[in-house]
């Protein structure tokens, strides 16, 4: 889904392990509408806080 532009303000999180990447490319469900940001024009053009959002397996003890 598009980060930015809708109608009705979707509820968004921004998953941190983004951070760590120097670009990102965000699309809008077609293959000619896609835009290249980085993580923090992400967080500045959708407001979306940042959370811990991925599943983590830990090793058996």
């Known amino acids: ?8 303000e ?3 999180m921004i998953d941190e392990d983004l951070l760590a990447l120097d670009s990102l490319w ?3 469900g077609h293959p000619h509408a896609v835009f290249n940001l980085s993580p923090q024009e992400l967080i ?3 407001g ?6 991925a599943l983590r ?5």
């Open 1 to 8: 889904m598009c980060p930015i532009g809708h109608a009705v």
């Open 10 to 12: 979707p509820v968004m």
């Open 26 to 28: 965000a699309a809008a």
């Open 44 to 46: 500045e053009l959708t």
């Open 48 to 53: 979306a806080p940042v959370a811990d959002v």
């Open 57 to 61: 397996e830990t090793a058996a003890s």
